[in-house]
């Protein structure tokens, strides 16, 4: 009885110990932690892009989303998603609220 409790003991260790290293291994968000070089202090990197995606895609969204999604995308020469971005922004909002940039940008697409 005893060899079969410490059999089952051994064998949850081990299991648990290979999920933790599974789940290290996967990317779950957008968003990475690395160390400042300067100040020895863990830092946030996160993806604007995707986090903006998400929640567009939630049904949350603002001016300031849509332009700097169709920003991005155009400067990363992703000429129809930045299309995409930037047709949601024109039916959404009026172009009195929409910046310079934004409308001149969507004009050359």
Request: charged share 25%; proline share 0%.
């Amino acid at each position: 009885m005893k060899k079969i409790i410490v059999h089952s003991k051994i064998i949850k260790l081990l299991f648990f110990a290979l999920i933790f290293i599974l789940s290290a291994t996967f990317k779950i968000h957008s968003q990475t932690v690395v160390y400042d070089s300067i100040s020895k202090q863990k830092v946030a990197l996160i993806d604007v892009r995707k986090t903006y995606e998400r929640v567009i895609n939630k049904g949350y969204a603002s001016i300031e989303m849509f332009e700097y999604l169709g920003n991005y995308y155009y400067k990363d020469k992703d000429f129809q998603k930045s299309k995409l971005y930037f047709d949601m922004l024109f039916k959404k909002y009026k172009v009195s609220q929409i910046s310079q940039n934004s409308i001149e940008l969507y004009k050359t697409l």
